[in-house]
């Protein structure tokens, strides 16, 4: 063979490799802005899935991205509408956005319409004011804003009946106040509501416990009141629940990522083993709680039972609060 006969095809193979498009790293979308809980997951998969990626055969350099809006709604409508087939594109869901469902606040969707991948932990609801603030307990704040419920603004993620929003609505009912009469401001995730309340534009924040613990190092904010069935270990230790100031309330809020409806199963499964790989690691625990949620794990087959339990459970009780037809 000659040398010009043997650099042809090699100048060929050259070529076709030049044009080859590289192959892009799985990406974790957080349908939410940066600094929330939404993105503490997507930052918890990332570096949960490292050591157990070569076992999993998974890229563990998730890619993430952000695209806020409607609480969830416009991922979910993005990952139906153009990347239902996506092998490698994970998106983070939260209790909320299992109620949001239940409402109808995705569109005429259901559970059924993705694939449930993974629940990595659960966070607590919990509410918090400026550490300057004059109100010291969950109920100083209660009884304030049944004496002026206008006068008292509060962050929250979403609109009338989002999880953020029925947190306080069910804890001022119980105060003997008027859950109508409430001054909310809605915001597009914890990330927001807790840059309000800094600057003075709100006077508390209806949030997550993961959320708020970033913020509690800082020593700016106070948290009143986590909604759990008992103290919170980390950085909240500190902190009463809501039933041990006479308010009888818990909100456990589960954290997870979910893919499109028509993945291949195999990628699928893929997926759904390198998270149970990665949590049963023994160091993930630990990681997990540096990322500012509690022991809750649950992939595949039963993820989706208990999601579609869960948003059936949420849309019965959204029936009997009148938020849904």
Same mark, same amino acid.
């Given at each position: ?14 070529? @076709?490799?030049?044009?080859? $498009?590289?192959?892009?790293?799985? $990406? ?31 890229? +563990? &350099?998730?890619?993430?991205? =952000? ?25 983070? #869901? ?24 993974? @629940? ?58 008027? @859950? ?13 509501? #807790?840059?309000?309340?800094? @600057?003075?534009?709100?006077? &508390? ?7 708020? &613990? ?10 009143? &009141? ?8 980390? !950085? ?7 039933? $041990?100031?006479? #308010?009888?309330?818990?909100? +456990? ?7 499109? +409806? ?19 690691? +023994? ?10 949620? =509690? !022991? ?23 029936? $009997? ?5």
């Amino acid at each position: 063979m000659t040398i010009r006969a043997w650099l042809l095809p090699l100048a060929l193979l050259l070529a @076709a490799q030049a044009g080859a $498009e590289p192959a892009r790293p799985p $990406e974790c979308i957080v349908p939410a802005k940066p600094g929330g809980g939404m993105d503490l997951t997507c930052k918890l998969a990332r570096k949960g899935l490292e050591p157990v990626a070569k076992l999993a055969q998974v890229n +563990p &350099a998730l890619r993430i991205s =952000y695209l806020p809006g409607g609480i969830g709604a416009v991922a979910w409508n993005s990952v139906l509408s153009q990347r239902r087939a996506e092998p490698d594109t994970l998106v983070v #869901f939260s209790g909320g956005s299992l109620l949001n469902l239940a409402q109808g606040k995705y569109g005429k969707v259901s559970a059924s319409d993705v694939r449930w991948v993974a @629940a990595l932990g659960t966070d607590y609801g919990m509410i918090a004011v400026r550490e300057d603030s004059p109100y010291k307990t969950l109920r100083d704040l209660l009884e304030a804003i049944k004496r002026n419920p206008s006068g008292i603004s509060i962050g929250a993620g979403g609109t009338v009946g989002s999880q953020d929003w029925l947190k306080v609505s069910i804890l001022a009912k119980q105060a003997g106040g008027d @859950a109508k009469s409430l001054r909310f401001v809605a915001f597009e995730g914890g990330g927001e509501s #807790f840059t309000a309340l800094l @600057a003075g534009y709100v006077q &508390a924040v209806s949030g997550d416990a993961s959320e708020a &613990a970033l913020h509690a190092a800082s020593g700016k904010i106070r948290v009143l &009141a986590v909604m759990a069935d008992k103290r919170l270990p980390g !950085p909240l230790s500190h902190v009463p629940t809501a039933r $041990e100031q006479g #308010f009888d309330l818990t909100w +456990p809020i589960i954290r997870g990522v979910y893919m499109g +409806p028509n993945v291949p199963d195999k990628d699928y499964r893929k997926w759904v083993a390198a998270f149970e790989k990665m949590m049963a690691q +023994p160091a993930f625990e630990q990681l997990r709680a540096a990322h500012g949620l =509690y !022991p809750f794990s649950m992939t595949g087959d039963a993820l989706t039972a208990y999601v579609n339990h869960t948003v059936d459970d949420y849309g019965k009780r959204a029936k $009997e609060l009148g938020l849904v037809r």
